[in-house]
């Protein structure tokens, strides 16, 4: 019995060491997750490269997962819009493939712009933030133009709001 406690012990303190590698480390997925999946990785006789790879594939899910929540925040959409949500029936006359096309997001890579013109109504902000959140989803960083912000913007300028001589 003395050799069974000294290595349950033993494992206890490897496993507080090693959640507190896991926290300086800031891998919160493998610290909630280790655990659990070691009882299931035991249970169903993985080997231990199959445990590791789970632990990391969910670690590196876990962290895409953070990265698009935390781009999409920067973002500063007034909503979020997507493309699957446009109203394809109105306006009646949108050129359909040429606005999918955009959302290939090729103009980006060939660092080009989109500008959306179109009488008031029509559908530009939708689109505009709909292709703003696909780039975040892929990868892009965005910051969505809001006219509010500009107008905070133009009043902190000297001289802003002063009549003109």
């Given at each position: 019995?003395?050799?069974?406690?000294?290595?349950?012990?033993?494992?206890?303190?490897?496993?507080?060491a090693?959640?507190?590698?896991?926290v300086?480390?800031?891998?919160?997925?493998?610290?909630e997750?280790?655990?659990?999946?070691?009882q299931?990785?035991g249970?169903?006789?993985?080997?231990?490269?199959?445990?590791?790879a789970?632990?990391?594939?969910?670690?590196?899910?876990?962290?895409?997962?953070?990265s698009?929540?935390?781009?999409v925040g920067?973002?500063?959409?007034?909503?979020?819009?997507?493309l699957?949500?446009?109203e394809?029936?109105?306006?009646?006359k949108?050129?359909?493939?040429?606005?999918?096309?955009?959302?290939?997001?090729?103009?980006?890579?060939?660092?080009g712009n989109?500008?959306?013109?179109a009488?008031?109504g029509l559908?530009?902000?939708?689109?505009?933030?709909?292709?703003?959140?696909?780039a975040?989803?892929?990868?892009?960083?965005?910051?969505?133009p809001?006219?509010?912000?500009y107008h905070?913007?133009?009043?902190?300028?000297?001289?802003?709001?002063?009549?003109q001589?």
């Amino acid at each position: 019995m003395g050799a069974d406690r000294r290595l349950a012990a033993n494992s206890q303190a490897t496993t507080d060491a090693l959640r507190g590698q896991l926290v300086s480390l800031k891998l919160s997925h493998l610290l909630e997750r280790f655990e659990p999946l070691a009882q299931q990785a035991g249970a169903e006789q993985w080997s231990h490269v199959d445990y590791l790879a789970q632990l990391i594939e969910g670690e590196a899910h876990a962290r895409e997962d953070r990265s698009i929540q935390r781009r999409v925040g920067l973002a500063r959409f007034p909503v979020v819009k997507t493309l699957d949500l446009f109203e394809w029936s109105w306006p009646t006359k949108i050129n359909r493939p040429q606005i999918q096309n955009l959302f290939r997001l090729r103009f980006i890579e060939d660092k080009g712009n989109v500008i959306f013109i179109a009488n008031v109504g029509l559908g530009k902000s939708h689109l505009a933030i709909a292709l703003a959140h696909t780039a975040c989803l892929r990868g892009y960083s965005v910051l969505f133009p809001d006219r509010r912000r500009y107008h905070q913007l133009a009043l902190r300028r000297p001289g802003a709001g002063q009549p003109q001589a």
